[in-house]
RNA sequence: GGGCGGAUAGCUCAGCUGGAAGAGCGUCGGCCUUACAAGCCGAGGGUCGCAGGUUCAAGUCCUGUUCCGCCCACCA
């Protein structure tokens, strides 16, 4: 309570229908003026702390975010009421070659001009500008939202503060021997011509053929070895053809050469156990060190040369000879095969699928290719990270199944090749003596190039991300250029929990709130992201895991089951969502048949609480898959040339639903009623609708408090909606009006409204989390009589208001039973009702008898106190209590074990339909009866299963065979 | 090829440690009942993918199998 208080709470709304727009802003505007969503270092105060999965700068977020981001929200602002000083850190990646690959695209698509034309300066001028409005559209959008980020902690990856972070990191790695440079085969992506680590592809299948070549023995070219391939252009660097040595038709052929064809070179047959597969094609292989993986690994183990014929943009060098220049795979592929073929070279050709890496941000084709690069060893990295986990069990997945993919990862990882060849990013700091290398020389932008394999690493005195070394160690030369390459983003943001709270520096920040609490993103990253910064955070913060909870949520899909974006045409932006309007979307397939994939949508104002609503729900039970439905309906004479769709989405929808019932529940029949207090005695009310309403809410409360911590929150929406819909306005709000609006006196008004506000208080609490405008807008609404009540403080702000205990609320269990059976007794009547002929639908029924077998006169009894209650929800005038045997002539019947209801109908009965109804019911019961029977005449049961199990069955018997004894009765009465 | 997940009402999905099949939407019927027609009342709709097994009892546990999806993998 030491906050000073809160500025004036918005302008209550006066509107019949609830309208998001006029809410959301304004309250947004007041938590963040009032700065709640800021924590500071208390000590004696629990830290929860969630730091964002960094969003890319390279575009706006998408629905995949809204789910992310509303799950971290809903955690936060939960842990926040539970008296946790609560930190959500927000934040944006460069994201180094995505982004840089967006920019260059533009500045081709608009102005002709490539990021050489520019230059290395003009061009990071354009992307930082580029950034900084995608970051402030990004944040933007979680504003809107609802996210309860500290605004005051964004941060960036490239921002001074992380630069030095990343410095450091890389240097104390370096000192140690785990960073280090190296001639390697790495991935390259020929579209963006930079080198790529292993998690950076992307598999596609692609139709291929796989073609048979006939290498001719040298000593004699009548003889050949038919090796098969799916890269026949990669011949022409191929230095070997590799057999099994125990493979008997080659035997003789070990130890001889044979003539490289098109290249006209000679090169050995080699004997190898690993490459090539005797079962496989011929057996036989072509070896390719230069350009394939397998191939590099069986070159090494033999000594052979490696051939590099590629240039880095994916053409062929004069390595190939007469094919340089051309482009590997489009053009060389069909050359050299045609050339083969016409040399008698060629044998059968067959097609095949089979999937090729791909680059993840440019989606061009991704090449073997063998250069120098910098790496990070991972295998002690790998061992910390394993250690974290099985050992220590300082990290928990949600679901715990995560962990496994987790391990999977960490024992399949080769070294990380971190250097990639762009201009965005952090630059290695590493620099080299031109005195010592007078080889190296610079390219136009300034950059070194080539930097030979030995160059010697000069570095920098220090962490300051702009200090430079003064000159070289060894002769002492002023001439140093620096390493020309940057650093593989999530080399920075692997760091992210550590950076952000200050590290290196031991910051009050990174003394409170690290390690973090819960770190909530989706599988894709896992082994990118997660188990690197696990790695991180056990290395540089003294064996201290980063994260103590991993929750690893599901991927939206569309109906079809396919990755919902909005580039594929099936996505759309959840700012869309929530404001209403309309998109065009130029997609590249259809997301559903019949729907074209250039069309305008147009989106009803869903406001943030639905989208958050429906998003969330879709979260139960761990699902991996959310799919989402969603409508698309065509607008009739649309105008323009582009076919125009109203969509809806039925998970929003329902939010939508639920956020109006809210609001005209609360303006209809809560907040007038509470505004003058009536008094009221202590202690328990004696209205059993009061107690049973605060029963109820108090199971809630505990099974929604539970819930929460373990991350079920799809859950809790489902849980929170029925208390809401059912328990709160369909019954208690029903049946405590009269009381509401009489006197007070008889009435107990004055309990009744404090019933309602506790209620209410609880109800909205618990839905903050999930849907936090239309909660604070109404709890604000409500605030003066919740303060009078003393059940609030004047002045507060629900979002920082405490979570409602569930030991506060008396449970009623015998009382709950009661108002079941009471509900089930007006349901039953209810039905009659509709279903009857004759019984008028507008009007109060004049009188309604129930009765019950001796047995059932407990439960009977237990009823009299909510007759008041049924009168209302199946509008009936009186109901009475009669004799079993002698029940009113001329009525309709029903059943509610262990109950007989029956309407009075004189007159109004038509007996036919009267009489087929209850033949129904009879034959329903009949049914259920031979199944009870059946199971209760078998001795196996009777004597195998618990007691109480068999009682249960019997007294369920016994109950059906009362009511169609009844109902027979009721039937033959009725003549 | 390896690993994982899914298969339950027309659609999207709940169903925890095995004891009479649920929600929302959609459909059908009836209601403008003084918070709410963005609502209320009611009805219909399921051999829980398939085949075995364990058990007195299986949507739930085990085995096999078929589809769908995801992740990983060098399939020459």
Not at 415 to 430: A, E, F, N, T, V
Not at 801 to 806: H, I, L, Q, V
Request: include cysteine.
């Amino acid at each position: 309570m030491t906050k000073p208080s809160l500025t004036p709470r918005p302008e209550p709304v006066d509107a019949k229908q609830y309208d998001p727009s006029l809410i959301e802003e304004a309250y947004y505007r007041w938590w963040d003026e009032n700065k709640l969503f800021h924590p500071e270092p208390t000590p004696g105060k629990e830290p929860h702390t969630i730091m964002i999965p960094l969003p890319n700068v390279t575009g706006m977020l998408h629905l995949g975010h809204a789910l992310n981001n509303s799950l971290q929200d809903a955690v936060t602002r939960c842990r926040r009421m539970q008296g946790c000083e609560t930190l959500w850190l927000p934040g944006t990646d460069h994201a180094g070659i995505a982004t840089q690959s967006v920019v260059e695209r533009r500045l081709w698509e608009e102005k002709r001009v490539t990021r050489y034309d520019l230059g290395r300066e003009e061009m990071l001028r354009r992307i930082w500008a580029w950034k900084d409005e995608y970051q402030s559209r990004i944040l933007s959008q979680l504003r809107r939202m609802g996210a309860s980020c500290d605004w005051d902690r964004t941060e960036f990856t490239m921002s001074p503060r992380l630069s030095r972070a990343v410095r450091r990191t890389f240097l104390e790695l370096f000192r140690e021997g785990l960073i280090y440079r190296g001639q390697r085969l790495i991935n390259w992506s020929v579209g963006v011509q930079t080198a790529l680590s292993n998690d950076e592809l992307e598999h596609h299948e692609v139709d291929t053929f796989f073609w048979d070549l006939h290498y001719p023995l040298t000593e004699d070219p009548s003889r050949v070895i038919t090796v098969s391939t799916t890269r026949p252009e990669t011949m022409l660097g191929d230095t070997a053809v590799a057999v099994h040595p125990s493979d008997e038709r080659y035997k003789d052929l070990v130890g001889k050469t044979v003539r490289l064809p098109l290249a006209d070179r000679d090169i050995p047959i080699i004997a190898d156990e690993i490459l090539p597969d005797p079962e496989k094609g011929t057996g036989a292989v072509k070896v390719t060190p230069a350009h394939d993986f397998n191939d590099y690994e069986c070159g090494k183990r033999h000594g052979l040369p490696m051939i590099n014929i590629l240039n880095t943009d994916g053409t062929l060098n004069s390595n190939a000879g007469r094919y340089a220049g051309l482009k590997a795979v489009e053009e060389a592929r069909a050359r050299v095969v045609e050339d083969l073929k016409a040399e008698g070279r060629l044998g059968k050709v067959e097609p095949l699928r089979h999937s090729v890496a791909h680059c993840y941000r440019s989606g061009t084709i991704v090449e073997p290719y063998l250069s120098d690069q910098w790496f990070v060893k991972m295998d002690s990295l790998v061992e910390l990270a394993k250690k974290c986990y099985l050992e220590d069990r300082q990290v928990t997945f949600f679901p715990p199944r995560r962990g496994d993919d987790y391990l999977r990862w960490l024992d399949s990882t080769p070294d990380w090749c971190i250097s990639r060849q762009i201009w965005w990013g952090h630059r290695i700091p590493i620099w080299y003596c031109l005195d010592c290398h007078p080889n190296i020389e610079l390219d136009p932008s300034g950059d070194p190039r080539p930097i030979p394999s030995d160059a010697r690493p000069v570095v920098p005195g220090s962490d300051d991300p702009e200090a430079t070394p003064e000159a070289c160690p060894v002769c002492g030369g002023k001439r140093l250029v620096q390493d020309p390459d940057v650093l593989d983003t999530w080399f920075s943001s692997q760091l992210w929990p550590l950076s952000t709270l200050g590290w290196p520096d031991e910051t009050e920040d990174l003394k409170f709130f690290y390690p973090t609490s819960v770190l909530i993103t989706a599988r894709d990253i896992l082994a990118l992201w997660v188990a690197r910064m696990i790695m991180m955070g056990m290395k540089f913060r003294g064996g201290v895991t980063p994260f103590r909870h991993v929750l690893i949520h599901g991927t939206i899909l569309d109906e079809m089951g396919n990755i919902m974006s909005k580039s594929r045409g099936n996505g759309f932006d959840p700012v869309k969502v929530i404001e209403g309007g309309s998109d065009e979307i130029k997609g590249k397939s259809e997301p559903a048949p019949g729907i074209p994939t250039h069309r305008v949508e147009h989106y009803k104002v869903y406001g943030a609480d639905a989208l958050r609503y429906g998003v969330l729900g879709l979260t139960a039970g761990f699902n991996q898959n959310l799919k989402m439905s969603v409508r698309r309906t065509p607008r009739e004479g649309s105008e323009g040339a582009l076919p125009h769709f109203d969509v809806e989405v039925p998970v929003f929808e329902e939010g939508r639903r639920l956020s109006n019932k809210m609001w005209q529940a609360f303006r209809g029949v809560v907040l007038p009623n509470v505004q003058d207090l009536s008094p009221a005695p202590e202690g328990e009310s004696p209205f059993p609708e009061d107690r049973w309403i605060l029963s109820r809410v108090g199971s809630a409360v505990a099974e929604v408090t539970a819930n929460m911590a373990e991350y079920r929150i799809g859950e809790s929406t489902d849980r929170l909606y029925h208390l809401f819909w059912d328990d709160f306005c369909s019954y208690y709000l029903e049946v405590v009006k009269p009381r509401l609006w009489g006197t007070e006196e008889e009435s107990g008004r004055g309990q009744a409204q404090r019933c309602l506000l506790r209620a209410s208080d609880a109800i909205l609490k618990m839905l903050h989390p999930i849907m936090p405008f239309v909660t604070e807008a109404l709890w604000q609404d409500l605030l003066p009589a919740l303060a009078a009540a003393g059940l609030a403080a004047p002045g507060s702000a629900l979002m920082t208001a405490p979570w409602p205990e569930s030991k506060s609320f008396a449970r009623d269990a015998a009382l709950e039973a009661a108002t079941a059976l009471a509900q089930q007794v007006a349901s039953a009547i209810n039905s009659i009702r509709s279903e009857v002929p004759g019984v008028p639908p507008g009007q109060a029924l004049p009188e309604v008898v129930l009765c019950a077998e001796p047995e059932g006169m407990e439960a009977l009894v237990s009823l009299g106190p909510l007759y008041g209650a049924i009168s209302r929800l199946a509008k009936v005038s009186k109901i009475r209590e009669g004799e079993i045997g002698s029940p009113p002539s001329q009525s309709a019947a029903a059943v509610a074990s262990p109950l007989r209801i029956f309407l009075p109908l004189a007159g109004l009965i038509d007996l036919p339909a009267e009489r087929a109804r209850l033949q129904k019911k009879i034959d329903k019961l009949a049914k259920a009866s031979e199944g009870l029977e059946r199971k209760l005449s078998n001795p196996a049961f009777v004597e195998g299963a618990p007691a109480d199990i068999v009682e249960k069955e019997r007294g369920r018997l016994a109950e059906n065979r009362q009511a169609i004894s009844l109902l027979e009765a009721q039937l033959a009465r009725l003549g």
